[in-house]
């Protein structure tokens, strides 16, 4: 069986990208999990052990977003592009139920797959929204560290010194976690799967930052109450979404503070909140076997 270090990328032609890139993981029958990724992140920074743990008992399905990693196309500059493209994706490879998984901006886009999904088209049966916020309404916080998130997450070269800071926390045991979760996401590469492993969105500016901006676009359009309303915000449909969800984040999630995981909460009528112990905005890394069977318990439930 394929794992993550493994997998070969597939691709389909979709409205607006030639070539979108995602990958199969699991042969286990049932509904699919579908995986979404955080703000600049590619399939090839999810965690192997996260997924390979997973993938024993579900069957998943792994994607880069329009214009990211290896999907080609212009990136969208909402999170309701990035679901619609998501939704057509899943549409074109014949899926008509769904779970799914978003992290950071994946749990944005993954609030409204689940929202704006068209049910007589495609049945999104179970949520998992992990470090990640809905859009803004009451209750709902900035980071107060905003200006540092800005400027380590739009670095021009994105290596294990930003997520020292973004993702885990500032102490020994944060300090050991970032080192084993770096080493294993850069297990995959032409060795294990034959081909070479995709960037982080505009590494080294190398396409003038142009994809870095669009999400930093969707973000922004998120946060405000003005660009949020309807399709394209979650905060006040929430409370008609009635299928499960797990919200889950970190104690003291630096990024995007730990406080709206549990807003959301309060706003879906069927979800649990989870919150991990000495851990921040990466905590489904530093306890990716943990947080594994926390999903896999859910979703069997």
Do not use: C
Request: glycine share 10%; proline share 5%; no cysteine.
């Amino acid at each position: 069986m394929a794992t993550h270090q493994t997998a070969k990328t597939q691709y389909i032609s979709t409205s607006r990208s030639p070539k979108f890139a995602y990958r199969r993981l699991g042969t286990s029958p049932g509904t699919p999990l579908l995986i979404l990724t955080h703000f600049r992140g590619v399939m090839d920074n999810f965690d192997p052990l996260l997924i390979n743990t997973l993938s024993q008992s579900r069957s998943l399905i792994l994607a880069d977003y329009v214009g990211v990693g290896l999907s080609t196309g212009d990136v969208a500059t909402t999170v309701a592009q990035s679901a619609a493209d998501i939704l057509e994706f899943l549409s074109l490879i014949g899926e008509t139920e769904i779970d799914v998984l978003g992290f950071s901006l994946g749990g944005m886009v993954a609030q409204l797959v689940a929202l704006n999904a068209d049910p007589a088209k495609l049945k999104v049966r179970k949520l998992i929204i992990a470090g990640t916020t809905p859009s803004a309404g009451p209750g709902i916080e900035a980071s107060p560290n905003a200006q540092d998130v800005n400027e380590k997450g739009g670095a021009q070269n994105v290596d294990i010194e930003v997520f020292k800071t973004l993702f885990f926390p500032r102490n020994r045991e944060g300090a050991i976690a970032v080192e084993q979760w770096w080493a294993r996401i850069n297990e995959r590469g032409v060795s294990t799967s034959g081909e070479e492993p995709a960037t982080f969105l505009s590494q080294g500016y190398a396409d003038g930052a142009k994809g870095l901006m669009a999400q930093g676009a969707q973000i922004a359009s998120w946060s405000g109450v003005e660009t949020s309303r309807g399709e394209e915000g979650s905060f006040e449909r929430l409370k008609g979404l009635r299928i499960p969800v797990l919200v889950a984040n970190g104690h003291d999630d630096y990024m995007v503070p730990t406080v709206n995981s549990w807003v959301a909460q309060q706003q879906l009528p069927n979800a649990q909140l989870i919150v991990y112990p000495n851990s921040g905005h990466g905590f489904l890394f530093q306890y990716a076997a943990l947080f594994a069977k926390h999903v896999v318990l859910f979703l069997e439930a």
